[in-house]
Every structure is written in C-alpha cells, then in structure tokens.
C-alpha cells in the first residue's frame, strides 16, 4: 500500500491500438509502470480500475482490460468523450501518465469456478469484460461452458475484433456479435443485445451472468435474463460513477451507503436492487 | 402593510385555477424571525400565507430553478402557470428576466405587494439574539411592534429596515397581474452616499478595502445561486474546456469570481440585496452592484427591471452613446 | 504535582494569557479571532488577538485539518513529467478554543480519512494537532448537540476542557497528550475543589437548559431505518423545492467532506489540487456522457440529509451530525434540519 494514496506511480504507454474510430473513437492504451518493482509487483483481479492521470488536465477512473494473467503491462480501453479522454487521445506511444490503482472491488473468479459463463457486453462496456475473457480463456479448465455476447451499434463500433476471431478457437466457447442495424456483409445476428440474448437462450443452471454496457441495454439484459430463469444473485453488473479520489473520500460516486470506487464497480443485481439510492 | 386575508383570497383563486401549476409566497419559519418560501400546490397550501416585513426573500429565483424532469412516452409538456408573490424589488427582477427573453410573459402570474420595507435579519437578530419561538411583526406608525417572551416593543423602523428600503425608488411591484393594495411612492431618490465616500478614497485604499472582504470569500456561490439573475446554464466559475477563474480558494481568484459576476449583473442587478444576505461571510457584495449601477446610470441613463418590453441595456447601442462605436 | 487522567484544576482568568504566551512558543496555536463581527480560527501570535465572547465560528475548524484548497504534488509538464511530493506538515499545532461539537466533527471525519487508504494531509495534521476545548456557557437558538446524546460541556473528544465558571477556568485532561500539555505548564494550575466541580455542574445544567431546539430521535438505529423507508417519500420534494442549491450548508458544516480534484498548471509545470466541493451543485455527479444520477434538487437534498443520517451510521455506526446549527443560521430559505428530521416520524412510506 502506498504511502500518499493520490500521488499516481508515472507509467510510459508502450502501444495505443484504435478499436474504434470516428467521433466516438475508442483506442485501448497498453501502460508499463517506470518503477521495475511496482511493474513486476503491481497485480489485480479482473474488474477491478485504476486512476489514469494526464498531468495537467485531470484523472479517469478507468477498467483494466488486459488480464492479469498478462504480466508487465496493464491495458485501459478508452471512449474519447470528456476533457481528460480526449487529451489522452491524443497522447502517443513514448508519452508519460500517471497511474492509481487498483481500486474497487473485482469478479468473484474464485468463486465462479466450475460454473458456466454468460459474458454480455455492450459498446465500451466490454473493456472490463475483456480482462475476465482473457482470464477464463487463460485459466480455461477451471470453468464451465462459456458464453460470450457482445454488441455495438455498427460493425465500425465494434471493439476488440481481432480477438474475437481468436476466440472462436477457445474450448467450449461460443461467441455471438451484433450490431443494431442490418449492413451488408454482417453475417451474425442483426439487432439489439438484450434480443441476441433471447435468441442464444443460456441456461441458467450453475451459471454466472456478467452483463456491462449502456444503461438501457443493461437494463433489458437484466429483464431477459430473469425471464430465462436466472436468479438475482447470479447477475453481476459494473457501475460506471463520475469519480475524482477513487478512495471513497470524495464522496461523489455513492449509491445509497456503498461507494462505486470501493464496494464496486462490480455488483450483483441482487444488491442493486436492495439498496436506497440514485444510479 | 398588505392586507393578510386578501392575499390569501387571491393566492387561493389563483392556485384553484386549472391553468397555474402552483403559487409562491411566504409562510412562518421554524425559529424567531424567520420567513420562509411557501410553495402552494392546492387552495388549502394558501392558508399558511403571510406578509409581513419580515417576508425578506426574493422569490423570483424560483423562476429559473424550475426544473424541467425529461418527458415520458406519450406524456405533454405542463404548460402550466406559475404564481408568484413579489415585492418593488422582486418585482423589478422579474422584469429583468423578461426583458433577457428568459421567462415568457404568458407563463408567470404576479401577485404584486406594495412594500412598506424589510426588516434587515442581521440587525434584527443582533437586537433579539438567540430567539426561538417564532415572533410576528406589525408596522404602527413609524414603528415595528413586536411581542417578544410577553413583553411588547417599539422600535423605530429607521433602526431596522434594510438600508436599500430606505432609499427605495419602486416599492410597488413595477409587473403584477393581480395587486394587493393602492400603489406607494418611492422615497428619496438614491444618491450612492456610499459609493460615493468609497469612490473618493485613493487606488490603494480601496484596493486594501477589497483584498479585506473578498479573503474571506470560502467560494460556496452562495450569492450565484440566491441571486435571481444569475441562471447561466453553465456558470463561468463551472467551465473547464478553457478554465476561466482557477478552483483554488486564494485572493487572487476570489478577487475575479466577484468581480466577473458584478460584471455579468452590469445592467441587469434589480438591487434586492439577496446575494449579501446569502453571503456567510458578511462580505458586503451589494457595493459592488452598486457601484456598477452608478455608472450605468450616469453613462447611459438606464436603470435595470423596469420595462420589460425594453430591450436589455447590454444588448443595444443607441445612437448618442458616449463610444464611438459599438467595441 | 502529578498529573492524573481525569484530575480536574482550576485556572484562574487573569492567568490564561500566561498559559497561551507559553503554549505559543512550542506550537502553532489557532485561536478564535473576531473579524467583521464573525469569528475564525487563525494562527495568533499574541494572547490578545482571541475573542472569547462567542457562540461558534463562522467557518467550521474542520478547515485546519481539511484544507479548503491543498495542493497534493506538483509535477512538471512536457514530455519528461517529474512528480514532486509536497513537504508534510509536522508543525506542533493547537486548537485554542474549540467547541465540544466541533471537537467531535474530527472524531466524525477520522472514519472518512482513514481507512483503507490512509489521507497523509489530514493524518499528519490530525496527529500533531492538540485540542484545547471551551465548553458552551451560552448555547444559541439553534444549537443542539444534546439531540445526540452530547453536551456542550463535553471532554470527550478534545485533549483538554476549559469551562468558565466565573472568575476561573475549570480544567479537565482528558488524555495524555492533555496531561502533557498541563504538566509543561503545572505552575499556573491549582487542583479544583468540590466546589468548583459543583459550579461546573451548574454551568452544564444550565446550558443543557438554554437548549430548547431538538431533533427528536429515538436512538440512531430508528432513524435509519425509517429513512430507510421512506426514501421513495414526496415529503422530500417538498423540502427540496425551495432550495436553492447555494452550497452554503456544505461549506460550513464541521462534518461535511466532500471535495474535488483538479490540475492547475502554466505550460512547463503545474500542481493537483484538493478543494472543498459540494454534493449541492448540479455538477458534481454529471457524468461526460452527459447522464446525472442526481439531476433534480430533490435527488440531491435527499441524497445529502440520507449520508448524513443514513448512509455514514450504515458505515460508521455514527450520525454525521454535530448539532452546531450552522446549516440552519446561514440557510437562506430557512430549510431547517431539525424540523427536517424531526417530522420524518410522522412521514408514511
């Protein structure tokens, strides 16, 4: 544990690779720790974020997509959207930020072992999804059959599609794209997530539902899940909060008694549904 | 002072109408001489009305906080009216607003109240200290007369009305649809003595007098928000994307936040005083405006609030300005 | 004369300017100061500067352990950034003056700053901080600490307690940092009598008595979980209408501790700052995908009184309310939380 817990450790980004381009472009920046120590020590499980920093115009609260099953490294997944993203975008491989971490609390992986995975994502939403894919896939005798639905608006949208063809070769995995509208030369399924969903119908005996995303889509994955029989606490989600400290001092990012930055981002729906407050 | 009962009648007929929403006007506070805003959605709200010199807030603001929740499906915007209780100088803020195209004239109904004048709540309190049940107020002459633990006084209104009632022009509500009570005159002209003696004192002096105040400025915006013309969607002090005025709580940056939002009032500050009420830290920010207002007066012989078909002052040139051209 | 846990002295009032003289030459003291007819906590130099006719400050003294704006590190920019930490501060300071409710704010936001992660700003101050308390002889209209079963006579959360019981002060050490300071200094004290213990008994009587204002709570666990029901209540709407988001109550409330960071830079170099911010303002919670859990003032009213009544003693087991007032005296439309509070017993879910 650190001394100061808001001075970042400075990390050089090695890669930047665009997933995405456009007016909602998304690139995935690959960060090397300076420190050897903290770059050889620093460790996380999947769904847990770190505090980006680009000194000068402020710090990110961001999901670590890479696994860290993959040493040396870790890699965000970045939508350009706001003042400090944008800055970032512009940043290239050589260039210093700072880096915090890791906060939050992390999917239960440990305790998911055995069990079958429904992976649904959305857009942006994948990026934590992702550090679970590369998890599982790296630790693949330890699970059940694996399910992974992933969506984006156009096929332009679509994140991470190189891997996607990569795990097409993974054991008892199956993988299902979409977009929303119909294009020419889309061969998967054309419409919204949450219909995919009904469309692949997974079973919810012995298994785990990890869903992240828009809002509205997450919302009616939740719905069809339940509709397929699963039960709320086999439903997990991420929350996404404005966040400044990433410590639960600020006081910001509070849903009811539970900060996003500490007792999440990762939730059961189960919890969500429980709890006084305002998403 | 206005009568009770009839504001009532009035506030009563106006909110049972099917096209206002609800009515504004002041109510009974929770400890000593407290008033505070009464939002009355049905007829029987309107009972707990009152106006009395107490009644010092200036609920114009309430106009611009309207907040507009997002519609659903198939559900229509409420085109509802909003009533208003309002002063000379609420009043003149009203105008204001109308004039900057803020509020539409269709849909504000205004109860004006000819005012008699404000007790100021420091000098009030500094009087009575520490008083806990509520007490009431009546005007007998040139006299407040209280009841306060049994005991009755009089005091002389001069010791307690606010210092700009004393030097009020337009103490009847300039705007109303409905008025409670014949029109008053305005009293003596304002003459800015103070201003005036501030005016006069050397660069350093004032510069001294400033620094004083605006180090104890905390940043809470405490003025922003309870000053009626303040509704900027994105205030200046909120920009990031450039960052005009640094978040930093230190002289220099309090010194431009007060001065950028005297400026931005160039023209448009109906004077009621709320943002110096509002203040925690006694910071006399009504100078400011004042000062402001002087000059306006004297370069372009305007005076802000008082017709709102007039078009707002920073937003025109005439013809014989002092300038040459419109830069 | 040894000094004992609990043993109580008596300082006589023409002595005190003696005592402060030699306290400020080993610490940094902060006393109250009147300026522009409030009072604040700033560092004296002399005795005389401090003004003892008071109910409390206008600005809380969270502010001398939580800084209004605190610059974290500075760093240089361009291409070969350098983060440089700030110099702790390990001065030996001392609060002259303190209120027993305000004593306990720091007792209150201890949980915030420690933790998991521990805050070096607060922490270094707050361990070489010693409180010199004054107890309440006059509490004002809108005090009311005893609603949390406290009083304004209270040692529990300062080092030392000065009360006034007339031509003398009367002294408890409630710790050893208090025994240390009142052993340095053991020339000026006498032991108290039973007398004076019994004038200072009257002296909290009567306080307690002054107090008439109160938040009617059972106990804390009743009134989180009636919150708890009527969370989904219109009776916050009511109480949010006439807000007007002014911020005021945040900034000077002794628990209040919400804050925002920001980056201030010229091109070659810059600093990060921690400033005061408010749960008030619209844009505290407004995501840069343009969403806003609290887009209402209803959302945030009611999302600011449920962490200060709900959410924290979910956490803390503790209200985060002292029962200063100063939300109520300085709220311009007259939002009172005691009446707030006070009502939600008869509010139906």
Redesign the interface.
């Given at each position: 544990?650190k001394?100061?817990?808001?001075?970042?450790w400075?990390a050089t980004i090695d890669t930047v690779c665009e997933e995405v381009g456009g007016k909602r472009a998304i690139k995935t920046f690959k960060l090397v720790f300076q420190d050897k120590k903290i770059k050889d020590d620093f460790t996380f499980l999947p769904g847990q974020c770190v505090m980006v920093?680009l000194?000068?115009?402020?710090?990110c609260f961001f999901a670590i997509s890479s696994s860290p099953t993959q040493k040396g490294f870790i890699e965000v997944s970045v939508m350009k959207?706001?003042?400090v993203?944008s800055a970032l975008h512009e940043c290239e491989p050589?260039?210093?930020v700072?880096v915090r971490g890791p906060y939050g609390n992390h999917f239960d992986v440990q305790g998911w072992k055995g069990k079958n995975l429904i992976f649904i994502g959305g857009g942006i939403g994948q990026a934590p999804i992702r550090s679970l894919i590369k998890y599982v896939v790296d630790n693949r005798k330890n699970y059940g059959k694996f399910d992974i639905l992933y969506g984006a608006r156009t096929s332009k949208d679509i994140c991470y599609t190189k891997e996607f063809v990569e795990l097409k070769t993974c054991e008892n995995t199956n993988t299902c794209l979409s977009i929303d509208v119909k294009e020419d030369g889309w061969g998967e399924f054309v419409g919204f997530v949450p219909d995919n969903l009904m469309r692949v119908k997974p079973s919810p005996k012995n298994a785990i539902a990890v869903t992240c995303g828009p809002?509205i889509m997450i919302k009616f994955v939740i719905q069809n899940l339940l509709k397929l029989g699963f039960t709320e606490d086999q439903i997990f989600t991420t929350i996404?909060?404005?966040m400044?400290?990433g410590?639960?001092?600020?006081?910001?990012?509070?849903?009811?008694?539970l900060y996003v930055c500490?007792d999440g981002p990762v939730f059961s729906y189960q919890q969500l549904k429980n709890i006084?407050?305002?998403? | 002072m206005v009568n009770e009962k009839q504001l009532k009648t009035e506030a009563k007929k106006l909110v049972a109408r099917d096209d206002v929403k609800y009515v504004i006007g002041y109510e009974k506070?929770?400890?000593?001489f407290?008033?505070?805003?009464c939002?009355a959605f049905t007829p029987e709200d309107t009972e707990r009305f009152i106006f009395s010199p107490l009644c010092v807030?200036n609920l114009a603001?309430?106009f611009m906080?309207e907040?507009k929740?997002p519609l659903r499906k198939g559900e229509k915007e409420d085109t509802r009216k909003i009533g208003v209780v309002v002063k000379g100088c609420d009043a003149r803020a009203v105008v204001q607003i109308l004039q900057e195209k803020g509020l539409k004239r269709e849909n504000i109904v205004i109860i004006g109240v000819p005012c008699t004048g404000i007790i100021d709540p420091k000098k009030i309190n500094a009087k009575f200290?520490?008083?806990?049940k509520t007490v009431d107020v009546k005007e007998e002459g040139n006299n407040f007369v209280f009841n306060i633990n049994g005991k009755t006084h009089n005091i002389p209104k001069e010791e307690l009305l606010f210092e700009k009632c004393k030097q009020c022009e337009y103490p009847t509500p300039v705007i109303s649809d409905i008025l409670l009570g014949e029109p008053i005159k305005g009293s003596k002209k304002e003459e800015y003595k103070e201003i005036k003696t501030l005016e006069k004192k050397a660069l350093q002096e004032k510069w001294k007098f400033w620094s004083k105040?605006f180090e104890?400025c905390?940043r809470?915006?405490?003025c922003?928000?309870?000053c009626p013309l303040c509704y900027c969607k994105e205030c200046i002090v909120?920009q990031l994307s450039p960052q005009w005025i640094?978040?930093?709580?230190?002289l220099s940056e309090n010194t431009v936040w007060n001065i950028i939002r005297a400026y931005h009032l160039a023209g448009r500050c109906s004077g009621c005083g709320?943002c110096e009420?509002?203040c925690?830290?006694?910071i006399p920010l009504t100078k400011l405006n004042k000062k402001i207002e002087k000059d306006i007066k004297e370069l372009f012989e305007y005076i802000a609030g008082l017709n709102p078909e007039e078009k707002p002052l920073l937003a025109m040139f005439k013809p014989n300005d002092t300038e040459e051209t419109i830069l | 004369m040894k000094v004992n846990n609990m043993e109580k002295f008596v300082l006589p009032k023409e002595k005190l300017s003696e005592w402060i003289n030699k306290i400020i030459s080993t610490y940094q003291v902060f006393a109250p100061v009147k300026?522009?007819?409030?009072i604040?906590f700033k560092q004296i130099k002399n005795p005389s500067e401090i003004d003892l006719e008071f109910v409390n400050s206008?600005?809380p003294p969270k502010v001398l352990l939580f800084q209004?704006?605190e610059t974290?590190?500075k760093?240089t920019?361009g291409?070969?950034?350098q983060?440089t930490?700030t110099t702790s501060h390990n001065e030996k300071t001392l609060i002259f003056g303190i209120r027993p409710c305000d004593a306990k704010s720091f007792s209150i936001l201890d949980h915030?700053?420690k933790?998991?992660?521990?805050?070096?700003y607060y922490l270094t101050k707050r361990k070489n901080m010693l409180l010199v308390g004054i107890s309440c002889n006059q509490p004002?209209?809108?005090c009311f600490c005893t609603s949390f079963d406290d009083s304004p006579t209270s040692s529990k959360h300062v080092d030392v307690l000065l009360t006034d019981i007339g031509d003398k002060y009367y002294v408890e050490v409630q710790n050893e940092k208090g025994k240390q300071l009142v052993e340095s200094t053991k020339k000026l004290f006498t032991p108290a009598t039973e007398k004076d213990s019994n004038k200072k008994k009257d002296v909290e009587k009567k306080a307690f008595d002054t107090i008439?204002?109160h938040m009617n709570i059972k106990n804390v666990d009743t009134l989180v979980k009636k919150l708890?029901i009527i969370?989904d209540a219109p009776y916050w709407k009511?109480i949010a209408?006439?807000c007007?988001?002014?911020?005021?109550c945040?900034?000077?409330c002794p628990t209040c501790?919400?804050?925002?960071?920001?980056?201030?830079?010229t091109l070659t170099k810059?600093a990060?700052?921690?400033?005061?911010?408010?749960?008030m303002?619209p844009?505290?919670?407004?995501?840069?995908?343009g969403?806003n859990?609290?887009?209402?003032?209803m959302?945030r009213v009611r999302?600011r009184i449920?962490?200060k009544y709900?959410?924290?003693p979910?956490?803390h087991q503790v209200i985060a309310c002292v029962g200063c007032g100063r939300c109520?005296d300085?709220c311009?439309?007259?939002?009172?939380i005691?009446?707030v509070i006070t009502k939600t017993a008869e509010v139906k879910p």
């Open positions: 544990m001394d100061n817990p808001y001075q970042p400075l920093s000194f000068g115009k402020g710090e959207l706001g003042k993203t050589g260039d210093i700072g809002p996404e909060m404005r400044k400290c410590i639960g001092k600020c006081g910001r990012c509070n849903i009811g008694n500490k006084k407050g305002e998403q | 506070g929770t400890y000593g407290q008033v505070t805003p939002f807030h603001v309430y906080l907040e929740p200290p520490h008083q806990v105040e104890r905390i809470c915006y405490a922003r928000n309870a909120d640094q978040r930093s709580v230190n709320e009420r509002a925690p830290m006694n | 300026e522009e007819e409030l604040f206008a600005v209004q704006t974290l590190f760093f920019n291409k070969n950034i983060i930490p915030v700053f933790g998991d992660y521990k805050d070096p004002a209209v809108n008439t204002r708890d969370f009511n209408m006439k007007l988001g002014c911020g005021a945040t900034y000077l501790h919400c804050f925002d960071i920001q980056d201030e830079t810059g990060r700052i921690r400033i005061w911010d408010s749960c303002r844009e505290y919670t407004l995501h840069a995908s969403h859990p609290r887009p209402g003032r959302n999302n449920y962490h709900n959410y924290y979910k956490n109520i300085n311009p439309v007259n939002i009172d005691i009446d």
